[in-house]
């Protein structure tokens, strides 16, 4: 070619395989679209957008090869969130709607076979409706829709009383968006308190988790008709601090102390016996667990919870 000829060689612009996408609209390609994929690729991208808005994520374009290789997408920051779906094949899959600002995406190629992938575009849309608020520590939720007007619901496993209010309800806020009008509440094991009827839980202090230093705490259980009651105390290791177990009745009462609990101690007693457990706290978590129907076991176990 004469010297005053110039050539370039042409252009290839290679799309990432994943990686953190933000901004109000954009696109996500499959790694070389529009040509295939690679084999053995693992691509995770995470779509974020503002606080008030969620995402609405569009298919242009689809075809990946069935039954081997796969795109997960997730309705929050990480896999660990709710997955929305697991897309393959070339069926162009219907548009799709975060609950939150955030949407991650994770592409899984195998070794062999690639097609041409995945043409995305995501737009961030203003919020109709309140975030997931989640779920309570030692507790359940009931409720899945967030629209305005929705209400959910929180219930706390046995042992433990609710802090806070058990509804919340979506309303539009001073903000003019969507949200709860109250804070999501939590699930406490209280210190002390009075127990009655044929079963029940009973929790050291903010079990499982260490409980504060100090603190005395009493529990009545009264079990009333004729059940009878047992209680099984078992302990794993040296207790430092002496536990004090008064057991008493209208006329009589009886108090047992041991500074060092190894072996198990089963006590049993009678219908209409109000069981009175008064422990001075060491560094062993304790849980207590009653079910006095038809004479069964009620066990103070360490650390865990008695089945």
């Known amino acids: ?24 609209s954009g696109f996500i390609l499959s790694p070389n679209y529009p040509h295939p994929y690679p084999h053995s690729k693992d691509c995770d991208w ?43 094949d070339s069926k162009l899959p219907e548009k799709i709607e975060s609950t939150s600002n955030f949407m991650y995406l994770a592409f899984r190629s195998d070794g062999s076979v690639s097609y041409t992938g995945f043409h995305l575009e995501y737009k961030a849309k203003l919020r109709e409706a309140c975030f997931d608020p989640g779920n309570v520590m030692n ?12 209400m959910v619901t929180f219930h706390c ?44 839980t009973v929790l050291s202090p903010n079990y499982p988790h260490n409980y504060t230093r100090g603190q005395s705490c009493v529990y009545d259980i009264f079990v009333p008709g004729d059940f009878g009651k047992h209680f099984k105390h078992n302990t794993l290791r040296k207790i430092v601090t002496p536990i004090l177990l008064s057991l008493r009745r209208a006329t009589a009462s009886m108090c047992l102390m041991k500074t060092y609990l190894i072996n198990t101690y089963v006590l049993k007693f009678h219908s209409g016996t109000l069981l009175h457990i008064f422990w001075l706290l060491s560094s062993v978590t304790y849980e207590l667990k009653c079910d006095m129907k038809n004479s069964s076991i009620c066990a103070l176990v360490r650390g865990v919870k008695a089945e």
């Open 1 to 24: 070619l004469p010297s005053d000829v110039k050539y370039w060689a042409p252009i290839h612009v290679l799309s990432p395989c994943g990686g953190n996408v933000t901004g109000s």
């Open 46 to 88: 995470l779509i974020a957008v503002h606080s008030d808005y969620v995402i609405s994520l569009a298919f242009i374009s689809f075809s990946i090869e069935p039954n081997y290789d796969f795109l997960y997408i997730y309705d929050g920051p990480d896999s660990s969130a709710h997955l929305i779906g697991s897309f393959q």
């Open 139 to 150: 507790g359940t939720r009931m409720g899945t829709d967030y629209k305005l007007g929705s």
């Open 157 to 200: 496993e046995a042992g433990y009383l609710l802090q806070g209010y058990s509804t919340l309800t979506c309303v539009m806020g001073n903000s003019k968006r969507p949200e709860w009008d109250r804070a999501k509440p939590s699930c406490q094991a209280p210190c002390g308190g009075h127990f009655t009827g044929s079963e029940g």
